[in-house]
């Protein structure tokens, strides 16, 4: 008879970051992709448009950040020079969301709450990535270790 595929755990997290990857790469993919069709129809004019347009914007804005701070040197840095870049990033991420959400009009500077809930909200993701790269980076040198270990043992 016909078995159903048992998966274990690591393939079953496997499974859901591709799941993740793919879902963001879809998302930015219709973000980028439905502005430029309304252009071409000529309705670029309509609200949603214009709203997926500063999305867009605001996404290149923030990618721009991402490699200028953070990748634009391939040396090892120290842990202050990269809690320095970590802090900068942060504050440019929240200055083009919050300059860009104002001028779009999604919140207002006089409703600062809007604001501080938002810069929590963006601390929070933040954080999110941060111990994510931190556990994946972790995880590749624990793992590189084990075979430069097992590399020098079979030497011997």
């Not at 490699?67 to 900068?88: A, D, G, H, Y």
């Not at 954080?127 to 624990?142: E, P, Q, T």
Request: hydrophobic share 50%; charged share 20%.
């Amino acid at each position: 008879g016909a078995q159903g595929t048992i998966y274990n755990g690591k393939e079953i997290i496997k499974m859901i970051k591709n799941i993740g990857f793919r879902y963001v790469i879809v998302l930015a993919a219709i973000c980028s992709i439905l502005p430029m069709v309304s252009l071409i129809l000529k309705e670029w004019k309509d609200e949603t448009s214009l709203q997926l347009w500063y999305l867009t914007l605001m996404a290149l804005f923030c990618a721009l950040g991402e490699v200028i701070i953070m990748e634009s040197e391939t040396r090892s840095r120290s842990k202050k020079e990269t809690l320095i870049r970590f802090l900068c990033h942060y504050i440019y991420i929240n200055t083009v969301v919050i300059f860009l959400g104002i001028r779009v009009g999604w919140f207002s500077l006089v409703n600062y709450i809007e604001i501080v809930v938002l810069a929590i909200m963006i601390a929070v993701i933040y954080l999110i990535n941060i111990l994510i790269s931190y556990y994946k980076d972790k995880n590749l040198a624990d793992k590189m270790n084990r075979i430069l270990s097992s590399m020098e043992e079979e030497k011997e």
